[in-house]
């Protein structure tokens, strides 16, 4: 069974750093797309990032660029959101989803509904 855990999550002072992972289990981690997203309380959920199976190829939402950089290990079966620069409007629930696709067009990678499995989401809270 497909399964997605998050981890990494926590408070952290502006301007500080985390790394969050999203480790993959009961499946080949490299056959599938991911997408990071977040959901502020309030507000709708909103995609932070997006990375094809191989790695090669990585949107971020403009908000992000710059200060958070996905990654992913494919031998290990997981994938990770550096977040540098961290500000109190990145404060959210983060999510790491799977597509079952390899690649997912910039249009299509930024919709939850293109995603097949979500894991249970860690939360960030950037705060002095």
């Known amino acids: 069974q497909l399964q997605l855990v998050e981890s990494g999550g926590g408070l952290v002072q502006p301007g500080g750093s985390l790394r969050l992972s999203c480790a993959a289990s009961g499946f080949t981690g490299d056959y599938y797309a991911i997408g990071w997203f977040r959901q502020a309380p309030g507000k709708e959920r909103e995609v932070v990032s997006c990375i094809s199976s191989s790695g090669g190829s990585i949107y971020y939402v403009d908000s992000v660029k710059g200060r958070f950089t996905a990654s992913r290990d494919n031998a290990k079966n997981t994938v990770y959101l550096q977040m540098n620069s961290l500000k109190p409007e990145d404060t959210a629930v983060y999510y790491c989803?799977?597509?079952?696709?390899?690649?997912?067009?910039?249009?299509?990678?930024?919709?939850?509904?293109?995603?097949?499995?979500w894991g249970q989401g860690t939360q960030v809270t950037v705060s002095s």
């Open positions: 989803a799977a597509a079952g696709v390899r690649y997912l067009v910039q249009a299509l990678c930024i919709m939850p509904d293109e995603y097949d499995v």
